[in-house]
């Protein structure tokens, strides 16, 4: 799984690393999509389970559109509390797709707005790639909050911002040390 893997961030070592998600062909993708047409946008999205570069991963496609004052597209992950966020130092995910910045997105229960969050941008390129995000890295997006890890409930993949052809797969997410 790890030929031709591009490190983006701290050189974190693999024992160090512990997956929340890892991509599998015998289990359901727990990855849900999501896109602006819970707030009137008409851009689209669908998620499968794929292979890229010969690696089985869970795929998001679609296209952002901007009107209706949309544009947004994500696929996003449910943390469950026994995973203790607080614990660690900040998370890993591991992308590929066609080359396109990307915002990995953490929501906290301190946040009260559907549009707050803490973001970092990922230039996702066709190769696989592991960005290791301190939490000190994600930076507040319309909240005034500082991240409190203990309290991580969700961690998304979003194309947002620009009308685009969305295509990003994900293949590992998870915790460092």
């Not at 803490?118 to 005034?144: D, G, I, S």
Request: hydrophobic share 35%; charged share 20%; glycine share 10%.
């Amino acid at each position: 799984m790890n030929d031709h893997l591009h490190i983006a961030g701290p050189d974190i070592p693999v024992e160090r690393l512990i997956d929340v998600y890892q991509a599998g062909r015998d289990h359901p993708s727990p990855w849900v999509p999501i896109t602006d047409q819970v707030m009137g946008g008409i851009s689209t999205a669908e998620l499968r389970q794929g292979e890229r570069h010969g690696s089985v991963c869970t795929c998001l496609s679609g296209r952002t559109r901007l009107e209706n004052n949309g544009g947004f597209v994500q696929m996003k992950l449910d943390i469950g509390p026994s995973w203790s966020p607080g614990d660690y130092a900040g998370v890993f995910i591991e992308l590929c797709g066609a080359a396109h910045d990307y915002d990995l997105s953490i929501k906290t229960s301190q946040l009260e707005r559907p549009w707050q969050s803490f973001r970092y941008t990922l230039p996702v390129e066709p190769q696989w790639t592991r960005f290791v995000v301190p939490y000190e890295a994600l930076r507040p997006h319309r909240t005034e909050a500082e991240l409190d890890p203990a309290t991580i409930r969700s961690v998304a993949g979003i194309g947002i911002g620009t009308a685009f052809d969305v295509d990003v797969c994900v293949r590992r997410f998870g915790f460092y040390r």
